[in-house]
T-cell receptor, first 116, second 107 residues
Framework: GAVVSQHPSRVICKSGTSVKIECRSLDFQATTMFWYRQFPKQSLMLMATSNEGSKATYEQGVEKDKFLINHASLTLSTLTVTSAHPEDSSFYIC????????????FGQGTRLTVV | AQRVTQPEKLLSVFKGAPVELKCNYSYSGSPELFWYVQYSRQRLQLLLR??SRESIKGFTADLNKGETSFHLKKPFAQEEDSAMYYC?????????FGTGTSLTVIP
């Protein structure tokens, strides 16, 4: 099946700094990518939907100025957590849908962010 | 608004027993529903989707529009079925996930 690679898998940063997480579709073109956040023992929460070449669509309650999403190409989307705080510590997961109108999502392995 | 509801966070069954993981959805349009599974230390992966009406690893799920449900079933649970299961709804081009059910199959 299609492969989505997420990098880094684990990152620790200081409070106030910014962290960039990359999500790449390795063997297919992804018109649409999704970013999720998973709190411990809770569900995946959709943060935003990113479409190649256009602005991301953020879910209600997600600060778009804090979680910057860029989907500059059909194989790469990035999530930048700006001015990170300890409460941003979480597990972030991206997924990508193959082609336009695709209905199966392929997931990255996730990024564990710890803000100290 | 919660679009996908999985009422059970934890579910334990004995090996060989039937298992049903419940999923209810809320969507006024024509739904596309999926079950995703996450085995320990692995990434999420698609288990099955309602449009294909297939059976994967012995699991089936039937879309019941009247009850707005998409419950996942397997007649005889196996130890390797222990995992986290997520029900997902595709609306337009956005996926929404339920809170997940952690299934433990007791040997």
């Amino acid at each position: 099946g299609a492969v989505v690679s997420q990098h880094p898998s684990r990152v620790i940063c200081k409070s106030g700094t910014s962290v960039k997480i990359e999500c790449r579709s390795l063997d297919f073109q992804a018109t649409t990518m999704f970013w999720y956040r998973q709190f411990p023992k809770q569900s995946l929460m959709l943060m935003a939907t990113s479409n190649e070449g256009s602005k991301a669509t953020y879910e209600q309650g997600v600060e778009k100025d804090k979680f910057l999403i860029n989907h500059a190409s059909l194989t790469l989307s990035t999530l930048t957590v700006t001015s990170a705080h300890p409460e941003d510590s979480s597990f972030y997961i991206c997924s990508a849908v193959q082609g336009a109108g695709g209905t199966e999502a392929f997931f990255g392995q996730g990024t564990r962010l710890t803000v100290v | 608004a919660q679009r996908v509801t999985q009422p059970e966070k934890l579910l334990s069954v004995f090996k060989g027993a039937p298992v049903e993981l419940k999923c209810n959805y809320s969507y006024s349009g024509s739904p596309e529903l999926f079950w995703y599974v996450q085995y320990s230390r692995q990434r999420l992966q698609l288990l099955l989707r309602h449009i294909s009406r297939e059976s994967i690893k012995g699991f089936t799920a039937d879309l019941n529009k009247g009850e707005t449900s998409f419950h996942l079933k397997k007649p005889f649970a196996q130890e390797e079925d222990s995992a986290m299961y997520y029900c997902a709804l595709l609306t337009g081009n956005q996926f929404y996930f339920g809170t997940g059910t952690s299934l433990t199959v007791i040997p």
